[in-house]
């Protein structure tokens, strides 16, 4: 039988890479991979990779499976990051584009994409070893036997790099974005594993940018403003839309269905016009219509990154911005990172 696969420890946003004194015991610190979290169970026998949510993951990554079976040096319960990478070896990056294409319902297409675009896995935690269970042990204990399990073993399973100098940290927090890395980790090193409890600390990349207000789409309770959808002019102008706007309080919903009526696009009869976003493999049985509002109203929001011509995650509300005339919200705006080697980081 598998390991029984807890929660996964998690971590809470801190806004700078915390000193090692600050906490009994001190920190270790590691980058932040930007994949799918596993927990991988290696029984000798069976595998089986669970995700963060209610989702197994074992079916969609053949090729790891058959890695764990193969390369696994002894039966053992793993944390890591399902990871792909693209680009020629000395320039490559992390790819999340590639990676969630990878869920899909189809076999066969399963079997294709983990030909053409297989994944690796970054173990940074143990969990269980043999018959023995470490989640009370303090993490530099299942760190060293982390090492000493997975160190010497090859492609496509790694251990993650740590340090435990928070200013090497912080250069990484810098450099490593260029790969496609999400930021840093701190754990404390004296600490037990302690599933679905923040017991670690995540520094990500924070940045501004003033985007136009383009649509929004209804709470899933019926009422208010659900999440707002904003974009970004081309150097053609052209709009693109780049993300959405949410976590409003219920007051707030109401309030901007309001605020935001004059703006709403309108047909020859009065109704309000609706758009629809482009599906994918996680909102096929959603709701991707929208509102749509004449491209006027700018605002400024947070957000960490930008994947391909999108915002990676969902970006935070700052402030409007009526000084803004909303065509100079262009992509020139946001800050480019310099590349940086995949490799480099593995090593």
Known sequence: MPYDIPAPMLAKAVPTVPE?????????????????????????????IGSRGAKPLTRYFPELVESFARLLPEPCLLDGEVVVARGEPGAQRL???????????????????????????????LLARGDSDLQDAPFAERRAQLVDLLGAVPHPVHVTRTTDDPELARRWLAEFEGAGLDGVVAKPLAQPYAPNKRTMFKIKHARTADVVALGYRIHKSGQGVGSLLVGLYDGAGRLHGVGGVSAWTDKRRLELIDELAPLVERDADGEAVVGETDRS???????????????????????DQLEGMRFRHTVQFERWRPDRDATSCTFEQLETVGAYDLGDVLD
């Open 20 to 48: 090692p004194d600050k906490v009994a015991g001190g920190l270790s610190y590691e980058p932040k991979w930007d994949g799918f979290r596993a927990l991988v169970s290696w029984d000798g026998t069976d595998v089986e």
């Open 95 to 125: 790819d999340w584009e590639a990676l969630s294409q990878r869920i899909h319902p189809a076999a066969s297409r399963v079997k294709l994409l983990s030909e053409g675009t297989p994944a690796m896995f970054i173990a940074f935690d």
């Open 281 to 303: 493999r996680f909102s096929a049985s959603k709701d991707v219509s929208f509102v749509r509002l004449r491209p006027e109203r700018v605002l400024e929001v947070r957000y």
